[in-house]
């Protein structure tokens, strides 16, 4: 394989890695933004929910309420599925390292 080739092929490959890490770092931090605002929006909205049903505790205000818990509480349940996740990725890879050594 000529010289040439071979350092157009390393420069592609760190382009890709340089393109693969700047867009894994937008993502991020797209995603924790959207989860965040999120998350703050339906507590919000739940809680307005809450002192609407208290106030006038109509069947409309009442399964409104329960729609918006349903959907807070799934949204926590993904948040707190996505933590023990990332919690056993880490303790596998720190049982992992032990085990090489």
Request: hydrophobic content about 30%; glycine content about 2%; charged content about 30%.
């Amino acid at each position: 394989m000529p010289v040439s080739t071979l350092k157009e092929r390393v420069l592609w490959d760190l382009i890709k890695c340089g393109i693969r890490q700047v867009s894994i770092t937008y993502s991020k931090n797209k995603h924790k933004l959207r989860n965040k605002n999120t998350f703050e929006k339906l507590r919000v909205e739940l809680q307005q929910a809450e002192e609407t049903c208290d106030q006038n505790p109509t069947d409309e205000n009442i399964q409104k309420r329960e729609s918006l818990k349903l959907r807070f509480e799934s949204h926590n349940e993904c948040i707190v599925k996505g933590a023990i996740t990332r919690s056993w990725v880490n303790w596998y890879e720190q049982v992992r390292k032990i085990n090489i050594f």
